[in-house]
């Protein structure tokens, strides 16, 4: 019995290391299908996924005074065409941002429902996108970003293409290349290099536009002079105003009001009070950019806008990377690719005469998110400078009162006061006329008289002579 058991258990192990081998040559079979199919979707991605390519060597200048080649220029056609098939997929996403008939930006699709991201501070007027098939829809602005200068349009379209995003979302590095679809001529792409890695574009200072002195003795400053066209200058603060209080903070002297403009950004609203004579006035104004409106940057801006339109707004950006493609200011906004084809940024500025700026992928992307809430309309991003103005025009309005009615009587006075000068020089006219002919026939009679006294004394002394001679005969002493 013993022996008939063991033979059993003999038995039962060996069916159980069959079992054992079975199972794993199933696991083996089973691994091996799984490494195949995960084989097979790494080939089918690669396919898929675009190709970097192989851009030719830029053509150098000869030191010695050679002429520069042009053959493997980013204008040749060698480059252009390479970039068009790397941004053929970002063309589709690429749409021309409209005012009227004019284009003024670029945009990007990103939904095929109809969203489109572009350049906030270029947007003016009746705003329109321009289909790939030259079709022009109107766009609505449903969201704004200050701070990227970034908004969202919506079009009441459907089907579009969306934007492809870089797979690593990593500001690419100085000297890579990178290119903007439809940035020349619509079709074209415009090519550049990555000129300076991605950091933060400062903002510039703000600016009202006056030369200005210290008060002796007292707090305040004087204003010295006035730049035209600046925000001085379009409130009507002028020459010899003392300076007073900048937003009911008492101004003590220059560098006190310097420190304090500081405080503020571009385009916020403040109320200066002013001495002018014996009064104070209020005066309100918008501050400008120092380096739009400043004399002593007028050369750089000239030197720096040559061969391009500067943008509207080219500082004061989040991160972002400097390249050296030759855009415009109606051709930021769009999508910038690398070699990929993808998306690593948005065109946000067209900065300087070699300077273009783009917004990192990694810092549109949240800023797009939050757009698409529907929370950041102009009405509600432009709130507090909405009420302000709002108060400004109630207050300009309460000024008027009865202006008008006095204006009217003013008038009609003014009108009375002209009839009667306009009588006054009828007369006078009328008064130099008979002027003039009595002093023409005045002129004529003295010619006469003249003529006749000539006469008169001429006769006399003949006369003269006459009697001198007949008083002689008689006497008999000639």
Not at 398 to 405: D, Q, R, V, Y
Request: glycine residues 6%; proline residues 4%.
């Amino acid at each position: 019995k013993k022996a008939d058991d063991k033979k059993a258990d003999d038995k039962k192990a060996d069916d159980k290391k069959a079992d054992d081998k079975k199972a794993d040559d199933k696991k083996a079979d089973d691994k091996k299908a799984d490494d195949k199919k995960a084989d097979d979707k790494k080939a089918d991605d690669k396919k898929a996924e675009p190709k970097e390519v192989e851009v030719p060597s830029q053509g150098r200048s000869n030191l010695w005074g050679g002429s520069r080649s042009t053959k493997n220029s980013k204008k040749s056609s060698e480059f252009v065409e390479v970039f068009e098939s790397v941004v053929a997929s970002a063309n589709e996403s690429t749409l021309p941002i409209m005012s009227g008939k004019r284009q003024i930006a670029l945009g990007t699709v990103v939904s095929s429902d109809g969203l489109v991201l572009t350049k906030a501070s270029e947007l003016r007027g009746d705003l329109g996108c321009q289909l790939n098939d030259g079709e022009i829809i109107s766009a609505q602005v449903i969201g704004v970003d200050p701070k990227t200068d970034l908004a969202l349009l919506k079009l009441e379209t459907s089907d579009l293409n969306v934007i492809q995003w870089a797979d690593d979302l990593s500001p690419p590095l100085m000297g890579r290349w990178v290119a903007t679809p439809k940035a020349e001529r619509r079709t074209k792409p415009t090519v550049g290099v990555v000129s300076v890695n991605a950091r933060e574009i400062p903002p510039s200072r703000p600016f009202i536009g006056i030369y200005m002195e210290d008060v002796e003795d007292e707090d305040g400053i004087r204003i010295s002079r006035i730049i035209n066209k600046s925000p001085a200058d379009l409130a009507d603060l002028r020459v010899n105003d003392v300076i007073l209080k900048l937003d009911g903070e008492l101004v003590k002297d220059r560098m006190f009001l310097q420190k304090a403009l500081g405080q503020y950004d571009i385009n916020d609203r403040v109320t200066l009070v002013v001495r002018r004579g014996g009064k104070q006035i209020d005066i309100k104004l918008t501050l400008a950019e120092r380096d739009k409106v400043s004399p002593d940057n007028s050369r750089s801006n000239t030197q720096n806008s040559m061969g391009s339109v500067l943008s509207r707004r080219r500082k004061d950006f989040p991160m972002s990377f400097q390249h050296d493609s030759m855009l415009s200011s109606s051709t930021c906004g769009g999508p910038i690719v690398d070699l990929s084809g993808k998306a690593v940024g948005i065109n946000i500025a067209r900065a300087g005469r070699v300077a273009s700026l783009a917004l990192t992928a990694d810092v549109v992307l949240p800023i797009l998110e939050k757009l698409k809430t529907g929370q950041y309309s102009p009405a509600v991003v432009n709130k507090v400078k909405i009420d302000q103005l709002s108060a400004d025009l109630d207050e300009m309005v309460g000024k008027i009162g009865t202006l008008p009615a006095k204006k009217n009587v003013l008038e009609r006075k003014y009108n009375v006061e002209r009839a009667r000068r306009e009588e006054i020089q009828k007369t006078i006219r009328e008064l130099e006329a008979r002027l003039k002919a009595a002093t023409a026939k005045e002129a004529v009679q003295k010619t006469e008289l003249d003529d006749v006294r000539t006469r008169l004394r001429f006769l006399e002394k003949s006369k003269g002579r006459l009697e001198d001679d007949l008083k002689k005969l008689r006497l008999g002493s000639r």
